[in-house]
């Protein structure tokens, strides 16, 4: 879903985006990746992805970096960064990325999906719950999992709505929460999150 | 009183094999819910501990830690397991 959420960030005209996927375009991917292609198959999606997001709008910076970022690399990104948005596969990525914008001190958007299900949490760091304040440890890690590519896409954009809320001071994000879209019902919940005092990550911030 | 019961995230087709809403006696708490929902399902059911918890609309943690409070007639318990599809 970093892919619907790229896309919209470019199409919306957010300055500049940095995007990090590694590996080659396969085709089990096309059902949700928005910005693949069977035209790139077997190729690495960084670069593509980069190409088409420039493709959308001549006024966007596009960075692609071809790999997921080590801590290291994710706290560099995160000082070159106003905002995060976290959509990778492993809650391993998906905290490493959170403790990235905590030391940083900027916002953190976590999107998710699990088949007909999507999950959004929206970070400010110091003040509200982080990712790793509701997961101490990552929860254990899924292989194989089912993915409807219009959750993906649905849960994407609304990332992306956040971010565009945020950093235009516009309207009121979900600071603090956690909105689970679950579309095998048709079931919005909103839920208001609670810091944890001893969190490794924020409880000293 | 009653509690309504809703499980979503991970697995969500697990919300099929629980109760939309369980009844408990007056002063029931969270893990009263819990164990009344759990007592009776096969060890291939159980919800993983790392399901988020919250209490019509505010997070007490997981399944595995948090808050036992108290319980209201009509509080909804949410279930929310783990979710981190890219
Ligand atoms: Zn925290």
Known sequence: MGGPAALMLTMGGIGRVIIAHGGDMISPDLNRQVLGSERVLGRPRAEDFGDYLRSMNQFVEVEAIGHEPNATEAAELAERCDIILSCPPTFEERLRLNRAAVEAGIPFIDAAQWGMTGTLIVVKPGETACLECLYPEPPPFEEFFPVVGAISAATGSLAA?????????????????MLTYDGYRGKVTTVQLQRRALCACCSSR | MKIQISYTGRSYQTAAILPAEITLDDGGTVDDAL???????????????????????????????????SLQDRDELILIAPVAGG
């Open chain 1, 161 to 177: 709505l956040e971010a565009i809320k945020i950093l235009s001071g516009t309207g009121d994000p979900l600071w603090g929460k």
């Open chain 2, 35 to 69: 164990h009344l929902l759990t007592k009776d399902l096969a060890d291939d059911q159980q919800l993983p501990m790392s399901c988020l918890l919250a209490v019509s609309g505010e997070h007490i943690g997981t399944l595995a830690s948090h808050t036992n409070q």
